[in-house]
């Protein structure tokens, strides 16, 4: 079963930025589909950012702030954020589903879509 687990979270000032990373154990996560979500108090959790090959999709609240890339060395899907803002305060959680699934293909697609989870990390952005 693939597992995952987040890093990189933090307190950090509006037009900082901060950089998480969703690392994988057991298994290669190439071979997944790998999203980025997160989920502010009292909201729906919302899907950010994927990658799954060479395709790459952002949600347009994060699009030219955030960038998603994988390190295939250390295995981990890495989300650089950058210009950061108030309202991008929330619980960061990656998830994973076999690459096969229609998730990240088109757009991050819903939370529905994927299979495994990490256990989330904290972002707060203020001053």
């Known amino acids: 079963q693939l597992q995952l687990v987040e890093s990189g979270g933090g307190l950090v000032q509006p037009g900082g930025s901060l950089r998480l990373s969703c690392a994988a154990s057991?298994?290669?996560?190439?071979?997944?589909?790998i999203g980025w979500f997160r989920q502010a108090p009292g909201k729906e959790r919302e899907g950010i950012s994927c990658?799954?090959?060479?395709?790459?999709a952002y949600a347009d609240s994060v699009k030219g702030r955030f960038t998603i890339s994988r390190d295939n060395a250390k295995n981990t899907v890495n989300l650089q954020m950058n210009s950061l803002k108030p309202e991008d305060t929330a619980v960061y959680y990656c998830?994973?589903?076999?690459?096969?699934?229609?998730?990240?293909?088109?757009?991050?697609?819903?939370?529905?879509?994927?299979?495994?989870w990490g256990q989330g990390t904290q972002v707060t952005v203020s001053s």
């Open positions: 998830a994973g589903v076999w690459k096969a699934s229609p998730a990240c293909s088109i757009s991050v697609a819903s939370p529905g879509r994927y299979e495994y």
């Open positions: 057991g298994f290669t996560l190439d071979n997944y589909a």
């Open positions: 990658i799954r090959d060479n395709f790459r």
